[in-house]
């Protein structure tokens, strides 16, 4: 699925593959099973590169701690990236501009006094602003603890939980606002209230890609609210780009990992729905045949790459995967990765609510987690996407393109059907998504935009997230 979004009109034929492992028993007990053809979202244009100019630069431009190492309590600044190799046209203004800036530099070190104080107010405003979120959610248990006395509420790490939310979930899947290139308008106090938000329902997030220095502005916030969070990185390279894209995205890695380190980092994913997206192009199916292997070809060289990388900057320890849709795993690509992440969406295979759940963890094991199952290197496997919509958009007005509606009742069904059983067995999965995406209301039209948990302003929906 792309960076979060879909599309619900390719249907997917079901290939006979086997599940990939897990750390532990992946198998689901416990579920009524019935199967049937499974379906994935729309490709995104995401892509990045990003100026952060405007936001506080608080970064030492000599330190850059590696993994184990002490980290400042003040956080440094993600650095946007200088140097792309094969970069498009379209972002050429962008780099020129960023060039100009870095002869400006050693401004930085004079202004940082004044940047400190930016970023000091950057705080109270996540925590003033989290706080007037909370109040407002919609479920009638969602008011916020006051910021515990003593403490600094000008530290983001001092922030206020909201008593409705539970770190039930095993993972989320998460793109920061406004991380598509060529606009780029992410930010690193929006990211921060992202992560004191998901730090309250789950320890470990996936990202999709690496464009508009999103790992950068993850790792930031994950350092300066302090919370127990880990997070796959990911690589969104393209089909058609002979690898700009790729290579874009690993310099961004690179300089995340180089500034931050790889404490809170378990992997790199490389690929999303890359075999999907090349195949189906080429009018074919199979994932292991001629239009899959040529796919292979290209991300098996991108995730040598990456490791290559990973040792050369002594981080071997993270983990280097790949995801895809679920029925749609190269054998090759699969063979080559410790890990392998799945989507498998129970509403895009048209599924009841009531068998959503049964239908999600029999797919997933006797398709994705006995495939790799089979193979030499037995990569471990996750569901990397599952969930259910909650609405609609005016480009298809019927929410109910499927057996069951889609509403926050059947989301919150989902939940509690899939998400404690799920993690009592053992299964590792990525839960679609932390908050509703607007852009692909008017991009792709249909439920594309209505799978948070939480709503586009950061409001939990009406839901009850059970203790697991």
């Given at each position: 699925m792309q960076q979060g979004g879909y599309s619900s009109t390719m249907t997917m034929q079901q290939v006979p593959y086997r599940d990939t492992q897990m750390s532990t028993s992946p198998t689901l007990q416990g579920y009524d099973t019935s199967s049937s053809g499974v379906a994935t979202h729309a490709h995104s244009p995401f892509d990045s590169s990003h100026n952060l100019s405007t936001e506080p630069t608080l970064r030492n431009p000599t330190h850059h701690p590696l993994a184990g190492q002490p980290i400042s309590t003040v956080p440094y600044m993600p650095v946007p990236q200088t140097n792309y190799q094969n970069i498009e046209g379209r972002n050429s203004d962008w780099l020129e501009q960023s060039q100009k800036a870095s002869k400006r530099s050693r401004w930085i070190v004079i202004g940082s006094i004044l940047t400190l104080v930016a970023l000091i107010a950057a705080g109270v405003a996540v925590g003033v602003t989290l706080s007037k979120k909370s109040s407002n959610n919609s479920s009638s248990s969602s008011s916020s603890s006051a910021v515990p006395a003593g403490t600094n509420p000008n530290d983001p790490s001092n922030f206020p939980k909201n008593t409705a939310l539970v770190n039930s979930f095993y993972g989320i899947a998460y793109t920061p606002l406004g991380s598509q290139l060529p606009d780029c308008g992410n930010t690193l106090t929006e990211v921060i209230e992202d992560i004191q938000l998901?730090?309250?329902?789950?320890?470990?997030?996936?990202?999709?890609?690496?464009?508009?220095?999103?790992?950068?502005?993850?790792?930031?916030?994950?350092?300066?609210t302090k919370v127990n969070m880990s997070v796959y990185l990911g690589n969104y390279p393209a089909v058609n780009d002979n690898g700009a894209a790729y290579t874009r995205q690993k310099g961004e890695i690179q300089t995340a990992l180089q500034q931050y380190g790889g404490a809170n980092v378990l992997g790199i994913t490389v690929g999303n729905e890359f075999i999907l997206d090349y195949i189906t192009q080429q009018g074919q199916s199979d994932p292991n045949g001629v239009a899959g292997q040529a796919a292979a070809a290209m991300l098996v060289p991108w995730i040598s790459d990456t490791r290559s990388m990973l040792s050369s900057m002594g981080l071997s320890n993270i983990l280097v995967g790949n995801a895809d849709a679920g029925s749609y795993f190269n054998n090759e690509v699969l063979s080559a990765v410790d890990y392998g992440m799945a989507n498998v969406h129970p509403w895009f295979a048209n599924q009841s609510i009531e068998n959503a759940a049964a239908w999600t963890a029999d797919f997933f094991n006797t398709t994705d987690y006995a495939l790799a199952q089979s193979l030499p290197n037995k990569p471990k496997m996750f569901i990397a996407e599952t969930g259910w919509p909650t609405g609609t958009s005016s480009f298809n007005a019927n929410p109910n393109d499927g057996p069951s509606l889609a509403s926050t009742d059947?989301?919150?069904?989902?939940?509690?059907?899939?998400?404690?059983?799920?993690?009592?067995?053992?299964?590792?999965?990525?839960?679609?998504?932390?908050?509703?995406?607007?852009?692909?209301?008017?991009?792709?039209?249909?439920?594309?935009?209505?799978?948070?948990?939480?709503?586009?302003?950061?409001?939990?929906?009406?839901?009850?997230i059970p203790p697991c």
């Open positions: 998901l730090s309250q329902i789950t320890t470990t997030i996936r990202l999709y890609g690496a464009d508009c220095n999103q790992s950068s502005l993850v790792l930031a916030a994950i350092q300066a059947n989301l919150q069904i989902f939940i509690n059907d899939f998400a404690c059983q799920a993690t009592k067995n053992g299964t590792g999965y990525f839960f679609f998504e932390f908050s509703d995406e607007p852009w692909k209301n008017t991009t792709y039209g249909g439920v594309e935009g209505y799978w948070g948990l939480f709503d586009s302003n950061k409001n939990l929906k009406n839901i009850t």
